[in-house]
């Protein structure tokens, strides 16, 4: 059986023929991630990008040596600065809901820049899609028919 994943009603990813990724900014939230990472495997996602956010839960434990994910420790701050000057663009909606914010104060403005971090990484890793969510939403696979694969 092949899997795809249908993304805004019109348009089927196959996992046979490209590469997904999943980019994630977590905060204590292991309960649900190493779940989401193992039904996301099962699913065809290849790779994901764990960016830890001041993280004190046993995330990195229980993550490192796992095959396909990539830890990243919050990135430093002239990281962020640099994919800020470069995507201020693409990030805007974020810089305009928050304008008084910075990446230090708003969650948001750093799951972005993350995710930016995270476009790059996969560039180099021939990753044709990359999806950003949360630990407790899933991107599930569907049929030919659009049905859910169970």
């Not at 990281?79 to 230090?104: A, F, H, Q, V």
């Not at 969510?133 to 049929?143: A, K, N, R, S």
């Amino acid at each position: 059986m092949k899997l795809s994943f249908l993304i805004y009603g019109d348009c089927t990813l196959s996992a046979d023929y490209i590469k997904i990724a999943i980019t994630f900014t977590v905060a204590n939230e292991i309960r649900f991630l190493k779940e989401n990472i193992e039904i996301h495997k099962k699913n065809g996602v290849s790779k994901f990008f764990v960016f830890l956010d001041n993280c004190s839960d046993p995330t990195r434990t229980v993550l490192s040596g796992v095959d396909g994910v990539v830890l990243i420790e919050k990135p430093s701050d002239e990281e962020y600065e640099r994919i800020g000057l470069k995507k201020k663009l693409t990030c805007g909606m974020w810089y305009n809901k928050y304008p008084d914010k910075s990446y230090k104060d708003c969650y948001d403005i750093r799951k972005t820049r993350n995710m930016e971090i995270a476009l790059e990484l996969s560039a180099k890793e021939g990753v044709s899609w990359l999806f950003t969510i949360d630990p407790d939403e899933i991107i599930y696979p569907v049929d030919s028919d659009n049905k859910p694969v169970k």
